[in-house]
């Protein structure tokens, strides 16, 4: 509470006299952990590019199980993306048509929902009308990468498990194609 009797809401600093007691080595860990719990799931490892792949396992809405790690053979897109997102309706469609064609040459798509839990159905039903297979990011098991991201985010793993591409944003028709093909004939 503030001396005029307001309350604020969030980090709060303790008073000048206090603080000056306690200062020092403490105050700038206390301050580090203020900031970490702050930042919440932003200090989530960022996926590096040609390294192993983060974790990733759950359920797909159709019930059946997954886990990337046990993915290893084949090329797998995990594309974060909102029900909500004009850029990411439009590229669902270039995904739908990528995993139709290039599906039997090892190619997996996983839509990672990353709208609120009470919007679960419009993620099931906008995936369903495509065909994509997909999971809500809050049902996630296990999950090395970030909670969300800006959507659309996509990752593109290869066949022996190793990140290749991060692609934030809304990508052209053949974009996909450009990144995910030369991994197929690996």
Known sequence: MHADGS??????IMPLPLRSKICGQLCRTCLLLVLAYCAGATLAAVP????????LKGRLFSGAAFDLAQMRGKVVLVNFYSSYCSFCAYEIGLLEALYERYRADGLEVIAVGV???EDRPRVVRMLGIYNLPGTM????VENGFARRYPT??????DREGVLRNRIAGAKRPHHYQELVIPLLSR
């Open 7 to 12: 309350r604020s809401e969030g980090v709060h």
């Open 48 to 55: 590096e590019i040609d390294q192993p792949a983060p974790a």
């Open 115 to 117: 709208d609120a839990p």
């Open 137 to 140: 990011a809050d049902e996630l």
């Open 152 to 157: 659309p985010t996509a990752f593109i793993v």
